[in-house]
């Protein structure tokens, strides 16, 4: 059948699985296996410049164990990998790499300066990062981040993490297991751990931050498509692998409405909070201006979440707002039934969300993201798009349906 690409009902997540704890390279190594080409991994880094630095990008089928999996690694020739979180801001600021992907690299990057000056008893902007700054961690989180948006992956979720012991040997000197900075951001986000098979380190502080960033600690219900198979670069008792399933989610769970009135906040951090609602696992998140008592203006936040990350979300409200406490309300839903067709046009494909009832397609929305990147790629107006788009949706889906019924 000719016409648009059929999609799936529901949107793609991924389930990190961690039996051996997580690196970047292996969080890489999970994409990569998961279908995005190493080829396009390079021409996404290719946007960045790392002033003096040269480096490759390969990747490799390998075994673990039993286990057949992909390994990425950086292959560093020339370094000066000590940088301060200013100059990372710089690299990933002035990249050509998409908004989004580097709104999500440098909170990244964030988290991990917040947990180095926690650790360290310093201002956040004069950490200065040894093994986080080099070009290899760069590389992992930004490709990561990249990874996720390429992939069409809307939601993370990870297992609990396994926490190695032993000692390391590291640019402040040998430490213990866990290191301190990976405990401290573990610590921020409340995410649960377990005891690890054997001695080593398991979770980096390059793990740790990707995780805690970008992932909700919970296990999603879902309908498996694919197991992507990462290795890590270290040699273990056990298979040093991370396991990352991608499949739809699976409609018709428990959903909770979570909500707080606020009347004594700056309204500044308002975006901050939808946002962070959002990477914590809510489905939507709003703010509604009310009057509260005394005649004073406030806000009630609100989100909806399914029951697994309703503590996730709640924990977001109690520890970025000025609440003191959260309502929270089990709440039914009808749904219509929805699909993700992608649509050719003159500037490129185009996600399109189409509309069903009894299996007629009673409406289709373009996916904005898709059309505004168009129309920043082609210098023309995103309405353009748009109504380009739409032209094409029409003919495309109406010849799809014209092949069906012969």
Same mark, same amino acid.
């Given at each position: 059948?000719?016409?648009?690409?059929?999609?799936?009902?529901?949107?793609?997540?991924?389930?990190?699985?961690?039996?051996?704890?997580?690196?970047?390279?292996?969080?890489?190594?999970?994409?990569?296996?998961?279908?995005?080409?190493?080829?396009?991994?390079?021409?996404?880094?290719?946007?960045?410049?790392?002033?003096?630095?040269?480096?490759?990008?390969?990747?490799?089928?390998?075994?673990?164990?039993?286990?057949?999996?992909?390994?990425?690694?950086?292959?560093?020739?020339?370094?000066?990998?000590?940088?301060?979180?200013?100059?990372?801001?710089?690299?990933?600021?002035?990249?050509?790499?998409?908004?989004?992907?580097?709104?999500?690299?440098?909170?990244?990057?964030?988290?991990?300066?917040?947990?180095?000056?926690?650790?360290?008893?310093?201002?956040?902007?004069?950490?200065?990062?040894?093994?986080? @700054? !080099?070009? =290899? #961690?760069?590389?992992?989180? &930004?490709?990561?981040?990249? /990874?996720?948006?390429?992939?069409? %992956?809307?939601? +993370?979720?990870?297992?609990?993490?396994?926490?190695?012991?032993?000692?390391?040997?590291?640019?402040?000197?040998?430490?213990?297991?866990?290191?301190?900075?990976?405990?401290?951001?573990?610590?921020?986000?409340?995410?649960?751990?377990?005891?690890?098979?054997?001695?080593?380190?398991?979770?980096?502080?390059?793990?740790?931050?990707?995780?805690?960033?970008?992932?909700?600690?919970?296990?999603?219900?879902?309908?498996?498509?694919?197991?992507?198979?990462?290795?890590?670069?270290?040699?273990?008792?056990?298979?040093?692998?991370?396991?990352?399933?991608?499949?739809?989610?699976?409609?018709?769970?428990?959903?909770?409405?979570?909500?707080?009135?606020?009347?004594?906040?700056?309204?500044?951090?308002?975006?901050?909070?939808?946002?962070?609602?959002?990477?914590? @696992? !809510?489905? =939507? #998140?709003?703010?509604?201006? &009310?009057?509260?008592?005394? /005649?004073?203006?406030?806000?009630? %936040?609100?989100? +909806?979440?399914?029951?697994?990350?309703?503590?996730?979300?709640?924990?977001?409200?109690?520890?970025?707002?000025?609440?003191?406490?959260?309502?929270?309300?089990?709440?039914?839903?009808?749904?219509?039934?929805?699909?993700?067709?992608?649509?050719?046009?003159?500037?490129?494909?185009?996600?399109?969300?189409?509309?069903?009832?009894?299996?007629?397609?009673?409406?289709?929305?373009?996916?904005?993201?898709?059309?505004?990147?168009?129309?920043?790629?082609?210098?023309?107006?995103?309405?353009?798009?748009?109504?380009?788009?739409?032209?094409?949706?029409?003919?495309?889906?109406?010849?799809?349906?014209?092949?069906?019924?012969?």
């Amino acid at each position: 059948m000719s016409g648009p690409n059929l999609g799936s009902n529901a949107r793609m997540i991924g389930y990190l699985d961690l039996p051996s704890g997580l690196s970047g390279d292996m969080f890489l190594s999970c994409l990569v296996d998961g279908g995005w080409p190493v080829e396009q991994l390079r021409g996404t880094l290719a946007g960045l410049r790392i002033p003096g630095e040269e480096y490759s990008v390969e990747a490799a089928p390998v075994m673990r164990g039993p286990f057949r999996a992909t390994c990425v690694s950086v292959k560093v020739v020339k370094t000066s990998h000590h940088r301060h979180l200013g100059q990372i801001r710089a690299i990933i600021g002035e990249s050509s790499l998409p908004e989004a992907v580097k709104s999500r690299a440098l909170a990244v990057f964030h988290r991990l300066a917040a947990a180095e000056a926690a650790v360290h008893g310093i201002e956040i902007e004069k950490v200065h990062f040894h093994e986080v @700054g !080099a070009v =290899d #961690a760069i590389v992992d989180i &930004v490709g990561v981040c990249a /990874g996720l948006a390429v992939l069409g %992956i809307d939601r +993370l979720y990870a297992s609990p993490v396994p926490l190695g012991h032993g000692w390391i040997d590291t640019a402040h000197g040998r430490m213990p297991l866990p290191a301190p900075a990976t405990l401290q951001i573990l610590s921020a986000v409340g995410a649960p751990t377990r005891p690890a098979p054997g001695e080593g380190e398991l979770l980096t502080p390059t793990g740790a931050a990707m995780l805690a960033e970008l992932a909700t600690f919970t296990q999603p219900q879902m309908t498996l498509s694919r197991i992507a198979v990462g290795a890590g670069q270290k040699s273990f008792a056990w298979p040093n692998i991370a396991r990352l399933w991608l499949g739809e989610e699976t409609a018709g769970g428990p959903i909770v409405q979570i909500e707080t009135n606020i009347d004594d906040m700056n309204p500044q951090l308002c975006p901050v909070v939808v946002e962070r609602l959002l990477a914590a @696992g !809510a489905r =939507d #998140a709003w703010i509604t201006p &009310v009057q509260m008592k005394k /005649g004073r203006p406030g806000v009630v %936040i609100s989100a +909806l979440a399914d029951a697994a990350a309703e503590q996730a979300v709640v924990d977001v409200l109690l520890r970025e707002t000025t609440t003191l406490g959260v309502r929270v309300h089990p709440v039914s839903r009808h749904e219509a039934e929805r699909q993700i067709v992608t649509v050719r046009t003159p500037y490129g494909d185009v996600r399109v969300k189409l509309k069903k009832l009894d299996g007629n397609v009673v409406g289709a929305t373009p996916e904005f993201e898709d059309c505004r990147k168009l129309a920043e790629e082609r210098g023309v107006p995103v309405k353009q798009v748009i109504e380009i788009v739409g032209s094409a949706s029409a003919d495309a889906l109406g010849r799809a349906m014209a092949e069906d019924v012969r």
